[in-house]
């Protein structure tokens, strides 16, 4: 069973891949893509999904919108009943992390 989400170009909204037919990827769809997140914590083989977890330095140029709408994605669409956002402290001597985390409703 996959745990990707698939996206597709211009859209800013990932949709799980391979959870339904409608979501298979047809011959010309050529340009979307499937993302995963960095960490995952379920049981193999079944829906159930604990944790989904994605991570960043502090020193990352990117801004962090884009996690966290593939962690809503996970956890709306594969039913993740915790999703976590973490960024470690890497740009000065107070090293650490910093941790946003989105529960089942």
């Known amino acids: 069973m996959e745990r990707g989400l698939r996206v597709q170009p211009g ?7 391979g959870s339904s ?3 298979d990827i047809s011959s010309d769809d050529l340009h979307a893509k499937t993302v995963f997140s960095d960490i995952i914590i379920h049981h ?5 999904n604990f944790v989904v977890i994605e991570v ?5 140029l990117e801004g962090d919108e884009w996690d966290m709408t ?4 996970f956890k709306r669409q594969l ?3 915790i ?14 992390f910093e ?3 989105l529960r089942a409703e």
């Open 11 to 17: 859209s800013s909204r990932p949709e799980a891949a």
């Open 56 to 60: 960043k330095k502090s020193s990352s």
């Open 99 to 101: 941790y946003n985390i």
């Open 79 to 81: 039913v993740y009943k």
């Open 21 to 23: 037919p409608r979501h």
């Open 44 to 48: 193999r083989n079944t829906d159930d």
């Open 70 to 73: 593939k962690l809503a994605a």
């Open 83 to 96: 999703a976590m956002f973490v960024r470690f402290r890497t740009d000065s001597e107070d090293v650490g």
